[in-house]
Every structure is written in structure tokens, then in C-alpha cells.
T-cell receptor
Framework: GAGVSQSPSNKVTEKGKDVELRCDPI?????LYWYRQSLGQGLEFLIY????????KSGLPSDRFSAERTGGSVSTLTIQRTQQEDSAVYLC?????????????FGPGTRLTVL | KQEVTQIPAALSVPEGENLVLNCSFT??????LQWFRQDPGKGLTSLLL?????REQTSGRLNASLDKSSGRSTLYIAASQPGDSATYLC?????????????FGGGTRVLVKP
């Protein structure tokens, strides 16, 4: 498809388990972002990848969160030892980095529920 | 640190009325400002992007203005329809920040009554 895709769409897990969330950006987009949307915190930035540069991890809430982007395309967000406060919708976005617009396009999100 | 605010948090209007959605930000050194629509249980759909050098952008019934000096952006939706019911979010990126990470407002939930 032409848009950003994410999988799974829903994930229910037990506290303490690890989860992996996947994002397929728009083909050719060099920048990829992860955001989290939760009831109490709204929409917040987590991590940003651009080309081969070191990722900007400044939004990750704890060292239980990590992400990688392989081959400059697909990205995986991993949450280790999940806690109930990790329950949220995790959104991925991608954009161009050349040019002045840099409009971000979002995927449908993964709803994570930690029991 | 940039803070983005959207007031009111919710808005209800009769069909046909024009919608005016407000977004304010504390740091005027923005790179661009983007307006999104979010339907319940869905991701974000980009509506309009205004670059820092622009004053407004238009797409169909939608018009977004930007006033950096006052730290405000306004989204106008003309002749509202029930299908416009959704949550509208604004977000800014900063010139000083590496990359284009967005800082979001809390959103305005809009209900257009038939």
C-alpha cells in the first residue's frame, strides 16, 4: 500500500512480558518517528530515525523501551518487562527529510493493553 | 520547551455553521505547524501543513492561518458537515531541534449535529 502500516493493530499482554511493535513507512521516506498516545499524557514523541544518523531517543520514557530501524525502512519498537502504564496507542509516522515541507504521515497505530 | 495548547477541548455546532479551532504555542521559533484529524480508534490524517514562512494554507473547505508573533494558528472549516465530526490536533516542529519531531496540542473534539 501507499501509506504507513503498523502491526499488530491490537496487542494484549501480561505485565512483565516483552512486546514488539512493527512499522512499515512510506517507501522512500528517510525519516521515521514513533509517538505514544495515552489518556493522561496526550500524544508524545518517543524516538526519531533519519537515514544512517544516530536516532534521537530523547522521548523514550525508560530504558525498557528501545527501537531499531533495519535497512533504512522497517522499524521495530520493543518494550521489555511491560508495565500497566505502558498501555497506550503507539503511532508511527514517516516523512521526507529533503525539501522544506517535511509533512509527517501517520499509520493507524497499535493499541497496547498491559493487564 | 515548546508547549502547544488547544482550547476548547470540545466543541458542538449545528450542521452548516463554520468551525473555528484554535491552537497556541509558547515558542515562536517553529519550523512548521501541522493540523491533523483523528477519528475514534484511528490514526492521524494530515489536513494542512503551514511552513514558518507562510501565513495560511487552504484545502477545499479548510483554511489554516499562522501568526508566529502571537503564537497562534487557527483552523477554519467552512459549512460544517456531520462527517467533520472528529478530533482535530495541531502540532509544531522546531527550528532548533534536530529532525522534525512534533509537539502536539491536546486536541479539540468536534461534534457537528445534523
Amino acid at each position: 500500500g501507499a501509506g504507513v502500516s503498523q502491526s499488530p493493530s491490537n496487542k494484549v499482554t501480561e505485565k512483565g512480558k516483552d512486546v514488539e511493535l512493527r512499522c512499515d513507512p512510506i517507501s522512500g521516506h528517510t525519516a521515521l518517528y514513533w509517538y505514544r498516545q495515552s489518556l493522561g499524557q496526550g500524544l508524545e514523541f518517543l524516538i526519531y530515525f533519519q537515514g544512517n544518523s544516530a536516532p534521537d531517543k530523547s522521548g523514550l520514557p525508560s530504558d525498557r523501551f528501545s527501537a531499531e530501524r533495519t535497512g533504512g525502512s522497517v522499524s521495530t519498537l520493543t518494550i521489555q518487562r511491560t508495565q500497566q502504564e505502558d498501555s497506550a496507542v503507539y503511532l508511527c509516522a514517516s516523512s521526507w527529510t529533503s525539501g522544506s515541507r517535511r509533512e509527517q504521515f501517520f499509520g493507524p497505530g497499535t493499541r497496547l493493553t498491559v493487564l | 520547551k515548546q508547549e502547544v495548547t488547544q482550547i476548547p477541548a470540545a466543541l458542538s455546532v449545528p450542521e452548516g455553521e463554520n468551525l473555528v479551532l484554535n491552537c497556541s504555542f509558547t515558542d515562536s521559533a517553529i519550523y512548521n505547524l501541522q493540523w491533523f484529524r483523528q477519528d475514534p480508534g484511528k490514526g492521524l490524517t494530515s489536513l494542512l501543513l503551514i511552513q514558518s514562512s507562510q501565513r495560511e494554507q487552504t484545502s477545499g473547505r479548510l483554511n489554516a492561518s499562522l501568526d508566529k508573533s502571537s503564537g497562534r494558528s487557527t483552523l477554519y472549516i467552512a459549512a460544517s458537515q456531520p462527517g467533520d465530526s472528529a478530533t482535530y490536533l495541531c502540532a509544531s516542529s522546531m527550528i532548533k531541534a534536530a529532525g522534525n519531531k512534533l509537539t502536539f496540542g491536546g486536541g479539540t473534539r468536534v461534534l457537528v449535529k445534523p
